[in-house]
């Protein structure tokens, strides 16, 4: 079993879909471990998304997702990285695959719904960005 990161983006928070979502992700079998509801602001948005500091769409990521609050996941599974990106789908919904939750929640490429974590080392530095290993409860 691994550990993953998912993030309820604010545009699905406030559309209602943070219960579809979670049920959608204990479907596919992983575990909650923690989950927090928290809104960013302007410095934990850039340090979270510092990889992306140099791409255009920056600025107007990290405005979106301090736009509202989010809805942060840690959680665990078979091969939980690769599996949950799978689960999710493509970044822009129109080329998700049918089920996945961007195909059935995500409103555009921008306001996708979900983020999840890229590589295994990537989701243990996401994980620690918003949990300690004390809050982390396996049910």
């Given amino acids: 079993m691994t550990r993953t990161l998912a993030i309820i983006k604010p545009d699905?928070?406030?559309?209602?879909?943070?219960?579809?979502i979670i049920d959608h992700l204990l479907r596919?079998?992983?575990?909650?471990?923690?989950?927090?509801?928290?809104?960013l602001n302007r410095a934990q948005a850039e340090a979270f998304y510092a990889v992306h500091s140099e791409r255009p769409f920056f600025?107007?990521?990290v405005s979106f997702m301090t736009s509202g609050?989010?809805?942060?996941l840690a959680l665990e599974g078979e091969s939980?990285?690769?599996?949950?990106?799978?689960?999710i789908g493509a970044t822009d919904p129109q080329e998700a695959e049918e089920g996945t939750i961007r195909?059935?929640?995500?409103?555009?490429?921008?306001?996708?719904?979900?983020?999840?974590?890229?590589?295994?080392?990537?989701?243990?530095?996401?994980?620690?960005?918003?949990?300690?290993?004390?809050?982390?409860?396996?049910?």
């Fill in 80 to 87: 939980a990285v690769p599996r949950l990106r799978e689960v």
């Fill in 12 to 20: 699905a928070v406030f559309s209602g879909k943070v219960g579809a």
């Fill in 103 to 139: 195909a059935l929640h995500a409103k555009s490429k921008e306001r996708n719904a979900i983020h999840a974590s890229d590589s295994d080392r990537n989701a243990a530095v996401e994980i620690g960005f918003f949990f300690s290993e004390s809050e982390l409860l396996a049910l």
């Fill in 28 to 39: 596919e079998e992983f575990s909650l471990l923690g989950l927090r509801m928290t809104r």
């Fill in 69 to 72: 609050p989010v809805v942060v």
């Fill in 59 to 61: 600025p107007s990521l």
